[in-house]
T-cell receptor, first 115, second 114 residues
Framework: ETGVTQSPTHLIKTRGQQVTLRCSSQ?????VSWYQQALGQGPQFIFQ???????GRGNFPPRFSGLQFPNYSSELNVNALELDDSALYLC??????????????FGAGTRLSVL | DAKTTQPPSMDCAEGRAANLPCNHS???????VYWYRQIHSQGPQYIIH???NNETNEMASLIITEDRKSSTLILPHATLRDTAVYYC???????????????FGQGTTLQVKP
Protein backbone atom coordinates (compact mmCIF):
# COMPACT_ATOMS: atom_id res chain seq x y z
CA GLU A 1 0.00 0.00 0.00
CA THR A 2 1.42 3.36 -1.07
CA GLY A 3 -1.23 5.62 0.43
CA VAL A 4 -2.11 6.92 -3.04
CA THR A 5 -5.72 6.24 -3.95
CA GLN A 6 -7.38 6.66 -7.32
CA SER A 7 -11.03 6.65 -8.26
CA PRO A 8 -12.84 5.19 -9.96
CA THR A 9 -11.01 1.90 -10.56
CA HIS A 10 -12.77 1.25 -13.85
CA LEU A 11 -14.70 3.49 -16.21
CA ILE A 12 -16.42 3.05 -19.55
CA LYS A 13 -17.12 6.06 -21.75
CA THR A 14 -18.10 6.63 -25.34
CA ARG A 15 -16.18 8.61 -27.92
CA GLY A 16 -16.65 12.37 -27.60
CA GLN A 17 -17.55 12.30 -23.91
CA GLN A 18 -15.58 13.92 -21.11
CA VAL A 19 -14.09 12.16 -18.09
CA THR A 20 -12.63 13.18 -14.72
CA LEU A 21 -10.27 10.93 -12.80
CA ARG A 22 -9.30 11.57 -9.20
CA CYS A 23 -6.22 11.00 -7.13
CA SER A 24 -5.59 11.35 -3.42
CA SER A 25 -1.91 11.75 -2.67
CA GLN A 26 0.07 10.31 0.20
CA UNK A 27 0.10 12.39 3.37
CA UNK A 28 2.89 14.98 3.31
CA UNK A 29 3.31 14.88 -0.47
CA UNK A 30 2.92 18.11 -2.47
CA UNK A 31 3.62 16.86 -5.99
CA VAL A 32 1.35 14.77 -8.18
CA SER A 33 2.21 13.31 -11.56
CA TRP A 34 -0.13 11.64 -14.03
CA TYR A 35 0.77 8.91 -16.49
CA GLN A 36 -1.05 7.07 -19.26
CA GLN A 37 -0.29 3.42 -19.88
CA ALA A 38 -1.61 1.79 -23.02
CA LEU A 39 -1.83 -1.98 -23.13
CA GLY A 40 1.60 -3.57 -23.43
CA GLN A 41 3.46 -0.26 -23.14
CA GLY A 42 5.33 1.55 -20.40
CA PRO A 43 3.62 4.49 -18.68
CA GLN A 44 3.81 7.80 -20.53
CA PHE A 45 4.16 11.06 -18.60
CA ILE A 46 1.17 13.39 -19.02
CA PHE A 47 1.86 16.24 -16.61
CA GLN A 48 2.92 17.08 -13.10
CA UNK A 49 1.49 19.44 -10.48
CA UNK A 50 3.55 21.01 -7.74
CA UNK A 51 1.78 23.06 -5.08
CA UNK A 52 -1.28 23.56 -7.30
CA UNK A 53 0.66 24.71 -10.37
CA UNK A 54 1.34 22.68 -13.50
CA UNK A 55 5.04 21.95 -13.61
CA GLY A 56 5.87 20.21 -16.82
CA ARG A 57 3.85 18.43 -19.45
CA GLY A 58 4.47 15.52 -21.74
CA ASN A 59 3.43 15.16 -25.35
CA PHE A 60 -0.33 15.22 -24.78
CA PRO A 61 -2.89 17.54 -26.41
CA PRO A 62 -4.65 20.33 -24.50
CA ARG A 63 -7.80 18.26 -24.10
CA PHE A 64 -5.86 16.56 -21.30
CA SER A 65 -5.97 18.96 -18.37
CA GLY A 66 -5.60 18.77 -14.65
CA LEU A 67 -5.99 20.41 -11.30
CA GLN A 68 -4.33 20.15 -7.95
CA PHE A 69 -6.20 21.24 -4.84
CA PRO A 70 -4.93 22.86 -1.62
CA ASN A 71 -4.90 19.45 0.06
CA TYR A 72 -2.70 18.28 -2.86
CA SER A 73 -5.25 15.87 -4.22
CA SER A 74 -5.60 16.05 -7.99
CA GLU A 75 -7.88 15.55 -10.97
CA LEU A 76 -7.18 14.57 -14.54
CA ASN A 77 -9.76 15.71 -17.08
CA VAL A 78 -9.96 14.46 -20.63
CA ASN A 79 -12.33 16.12 -23.10
CA ALA A 80 -13.59 14.82 -26.43
CA LEU A 81 -12.55 11.27 -25.70
CA GLU A 82 -11.03 9.24 -28.51
CA LEU A 83 -10.74 5.48 -28.85
CA ASP A 84 -6.95 5.73 -28.34
CA ASP A 85 -7.53 7.24 -24.90
CA SER A 86 -8.39 3.77 -23.65
CA ALA A 87 -5.64 3.03 -21.16
CA LEU A 88 -4.65 2.68 -17.53
CA TYR A 89 -4.24 6.12 -15.97
CA LEU A 90 -1.77 6.25 -13.14
CA CYS A 91 -1.27 8.90 -10.52
CA UNK A 92 1.90 9.21 -8.46
CA UNK A 93 2.69 11.47 -5.52
CA UNK A 94 6.03 12.60 -4.13
CA UNK A 95 7.45 14.91 -1.51
CA UNK A 96 8.91 17.44 -3.90
CA UNK A 97 11.11 18.08 -6.84
CA UNK A 98 14.56 19.05 -5.72
CA UNK A 99 15.11 16.53 -2.98
CA UNK A 100 17.53 13.76 -3.83
CA UNK A 101 15.00 11.38 -2.33
CA UNK A 102 12.26 12.31 -4.79
CA UNK A 103 10.45 8.98 -4.90
CA UNK A 104 7.11 8.73 -6.68
CA UNK A 105 4.54 6.43 -5.16
CA PHE A 106 1.89 5.17 -7.52
CA GLY A 107 -1.74 4.40 -7.08
CA ALA A 108 -3.35 1.30 -8.57
CA GLY A 109 -4.70 3.30 -11.51
CA THR A 110 -7.99 3.89 -13.26
CA ARG A 111 -8.77 1.67 -16.23
CA LEU A 112 -10.58 3.76 -18.85
CA SER A 113 -12.30 2.12 -21.78
CA VAL A 114 -13.58 4.32 -24.61
CA LEU A 115 -16.13 2.69 -26.90
CA ASP B 1 12.19 9.14 -25.36
CA ALA B 2 13.68 7.01 -22.64
CA LYS B 3 17.40 7.48 -22.08
CA THR B 4 17.84 3.88 -20.99
CA THR B 5 17.88 0.55 -22.81
CA GLN B 6 17.08 -2.81 -21.28
CA PRO B 7 16.74 -6.37 -22.59
CA PRO B 8 13.07 -7.13 -23.27
CA SER B 9 12.95 -10.29 -21.19
CA MET B 10 14.89 -12.47 -18.77
CA ASP B 11 14.34 -15.68 -16.85
CA CYS B 12 15.59 -16.51 -13.39
CA ALA B 13 15.31 -19.62 -11.23
CA GLU B 14 13.53 -19.21 -7.92
CA GLY B 15 16.01 -18.68 -5.08
CA ARG B 16 18.78 -17.51 -7.38
CA ALA B 17 19.97 -13.96 -7.84
CA ALA B 18 18.35 -11.99 -10.65
CA ASN B 19 20.70 -9.51 -12.34
CA LEU B 20 18.91 -6.99 -14.53
CA PRO B 21 21.13 -4.80 -16.72
CA CYS B 22 20.46 -1.29 -17.94
CA ASN B 23 22.40 0.91 -20.34
CA HIS B 24 22.26 4.70 -19.95
CA SER B 25 25.27 5.92 -21.92
CA UNK B 26 23.90 9.47 -22.36
CA UNK B 27 22.98 10.03 -18.73
CA UNK B 28 23.89 13.48 -17.40
CA UNK B 29 25.51 14.32 -14.10
CA UNK B 30 22.18 15.51 -12.67
CA UNK B 31 20.25 12.36 -13.49
CA UNK B 32 19.66 9.68 -10.96
CA VAL B 33 19.04 6.06 -11.93
CA TYR B 34 15.71 4.83 -10.60
CA TRP B 35 14.29 1.34 -10.74
CA TYR B 36 10.61 0.56 -10.59
CA ARG B 37 8.73 -2.64 -11.19
CA GLN B 38 5.18 -3.30 -12.24
CA ILE B 39 3.35 -6.45 -11.41
CA HIS B 40 0.53 -7.20 -13.80
CA SER B 41 -2.32 -4.69 -13.63
CA GLN B 42 -0.90 -2.83 -10.64
CA GLY B 43 0.76 0.58 -10.36
CA PRO B 44 4.56 0.72 -10.62
CA GLN B 45 6.42 0.07 -7.37
CA TYR B 46 9.60 1.92 -6.39
CA ILE B 47 12.58 -0.37 -5.80
CA ILE B 48 15.76 1.66 -5.45
CA HIS B 49 17.68 4.62 -6.86
CA UNK B 50 21.23 5.95 -6.96
CA UNK B 51 23.49 8.59 -8.44
CA UNK B 52 26.97 7.13 -8.62
CA ASN B 53 27.52 4.98 -5.55
CA ASN B 54 26.23 1.46 -5.18
CA GLU B 55 23.06 1.26 -3.12
CA THR B 56 21.32 -1.48 -1.17
CA ASN B 57 17.98 -1.65 0.56
CA GLU B 58 15.67 -4.37 1.78
CA MET B 59 14.46 -5.13 -1.73
CA ALA B 60 17.52 -5.01 -3.93
CA SER B 61 21.02 -3.76 -4.70
CA LEU B 62 21.97 -1.28 -7.39
CA ILE B 63 25.40 -1.39 -8.95
CA ILE B 64 26.36 1.63 -11.05
CA THR B 65 29.53 1.55 -13.15
CA GLU B 66 32.16 4.15 -12.44
CA ASP B 67 31.50 5.94 -15.75
CA ARG B 68 27.74 5.81 -14.98
CA LYS B 69 26.97 4.48 -18.43
CA SER B 70 25.30 1.35 -17.14
CA SER B 71 23.87 -0.21 -14.03
CA THR B 72 22.61 -3.55 -12.72
CA LEU B 73 19.71 -4.21 -10.43
CA ILE B 74 20.25 -7.28 -8.27
CA LEU B 75 17.45 -9.19 -6.57
CA PRO B 76 19.51 -11.46 -4.30
CA HIS B 77 17.05 -14.33 -3.87
CA ALA B 78 14.30 -14.12 -6.47
CA THR B 79 10.87 -15.48 -5.62
CA LEU B 80 7.87 -16.14 -7.81
CA ARG B 81 6.37 -12.86 -6.54
CA ASP B 82 9.26 -10.99 -8.17
CA THR B 83 7.87 -11.84 -11.61
CA ALA B 84 7.16 -8.40 -13.09
CA VAL B 85 8.23 -5.79 -15.63
CA TYR B 86 11.29 -3.91 -14.35
CA TYR B 87 11.91 -0.36 -15.50
CA CYS B 88 15.24 1.45 -15.35
CA UNK B 89 14.78 5.24 -15.55
CA UNK B 90 17.11 8.23 -15.62
CA UNK B 91 15.46 11.07 -13.75
CA UNK B 92 16.50 14.67 -13.21
CA UNK B 93 16.25 16.03 -9.68
CA UNK B 94 17.93 19.41 -10.18
CA UNK B 95 14.88 21.67 -9.96
CA UNK B 96 14.69 22.23 -13.72
CA UNK B 97 11.44 21.96 -15.65
CA UNK B 98 12.16 18.30 -16.33
CA UNK B 99 12.74 17.49 -12.69
CA UNK B 100 10.84 14.55 -11.34
CA UNK B 101 9.52 13.22 -14.63
CA UNK B 102 9.75 9.49 -14.98
CA UNK B 103 10.31 8.59 -18.63
CA PHE B 104 9.53 4.89 -18.88
CA GLY B 105 10.89 2.68 -21.64
CA GLN B 106 9.68 -0.81 -22.43
CA GLY B 107 11.38 -2.38 -19.43
CA THR B 108 12.53 -5.96 -18.86
CA THR B 109 9.97 -8.67 -18.21
CA LEU B 110 11.49 -10.90 -15.54
CA GLN B 111 10.01 -14.35 -15.27
CA VAL B 112 10.98 -16.20 -12.10
CA LYS B 113 10.56 -19.94 -12.57
CA PRO B 114 10.19 -22.67 -9.93
Amino acid sequence: ETGVTQSPTHLIKTRGQQVTLRCSSQSGHNTVSWYQQALGQGPQFIFQYYREEENGRGNFPPRFSGLQFPNYSSELNVNALELDDSALYLCASSQGQTLAKNIQYFGAGTRLSVL
Amino acid sequence: DAKTTQPPSMDCAEGRAANLPCNHSTISGNEYVYWYRQIHSQGPQYIIHGLKNNETNEMASLIITEDRKSSTLILPHATLRDTAVYYCIAMLTDGSSNTGKLIFGQGTTLQVKP
